[in-house]
């Protein structure tokens, strides 16, 4: 048999010492996926019949997609020379990293935070620090601006915080900013930004004007359903966004993706965009208040998922994530651990939510019994 794990050719080290991107797991028996801060609902009125509608397969899409950028700038009030389309936001963090990220150089990030971000890097050689959250599991800017050195191309800002939930506050941000070198890219990963309540979150739309270095990720693939079309946004200078394109795959959006984009944005898609934010920010709530009532102590949940934090003895946590976690699995209910840190759970089907607290409930009363 031969041995698949060991390449047949000389591959670079440090590309084989990064595990590659995992993506959350899929249910082998029914149960719900939690995994991934997928969207439980189908795609947006009129995104079907547009997916149908383009049937030119044969041809590459037109590059450019001008009156998509057009839409997407027009909710930064900027014009489509400042937006920059990718094959999903990771594409784009992907390009960023590679645009202003030298081998020997580095991007600053927090942690844990999107499991993407540490190996963004890898393929150019830049190094990717990663700078601990604080106890409520928020970014902690003071550490960050003081992790900025000489060799520093990039700062990414998770807002808010994957898998942790808690949103970056515009006072904070604004005094982190202030201590970034002009020179050096921030981007803001909104990758999440409709289901932020807080009013006092930083909202990209308002602050990037004030900062040329900034650049604000967006993506169709959470609250308009679109992960499996893979489409992601950016917005900022033109001259980094162009950088950014010269690093990328070219043709990699394709136009089944930029139509659905497109019916997404249509009215009568938005105000069912608006109810369905509602309705899962409703779940969120309703599932971080049934497992705080448990005692887990759930940090600020602004996405469309929560964080159940690991702490070994300490009260207001779990002992296991892997435990849990395979407790989830054997219902067919999957959901995401982060070994030694903590449990990550998606808002999904309204019925899952009962589900989700009872098999916690159950843990956290054997992990009681075992003590
Ligand atoms: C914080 C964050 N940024 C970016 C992405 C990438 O999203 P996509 O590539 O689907 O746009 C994700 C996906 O989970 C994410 O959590």
Known sequence: MSDTATPPVRLRADVLAVPAYRQGATPSKPGYKLSSNENPFDPLPGVAAAVAARVDHNRYAAAGMP?????????????????????GSVAILFQLVHAAAAAGESYV????????????GLANGARGVGVPLTAAAEHDLEAMAAAID???RVVL???PNNPTGPAIRRDAFDAFMARVPADTLVVLDEAYREFVTDPDAVRGEDVLAAHPNLVVLRTFSKAYGLAGLRIGTAVGHPAILAAAASVGIPLSVTGVAE???????????????????GEIVSRREELAAGLRRLGIDVPAAQGNFVWLPERADAPGGIASAAALAAD??????LVRPFAGSGVRISVGEAESIPVVIEIVREYLARQEGSK
């Not at 990030?109 to 963004?120: D, H, R, T, V």
């Open 67 to 87: 009156d998509l950028r057009t839409a997407i700038g027009a909710e930064f009030g900027v014009g489509p020379e400042r937006v920059h389309l990718a094959a």
């Open 109 to 120: 990030f927090a942690w844990p935070s999107f499991e993407a971000y540490p190996s963004l």
């Open 150 to 152: 000489e060799s520093t």
């Open 157 to 159: 800002l998770c807002t």
């Open 259 to 277: 139509v659905a984009a497109r019916a997404s944005l249509a009215p009568e898609a938005r105000a069912e965009l608006a109810d369905r934010i």
């Open 328 to 333: 989830f699995a054997e219902t067919g209910t």
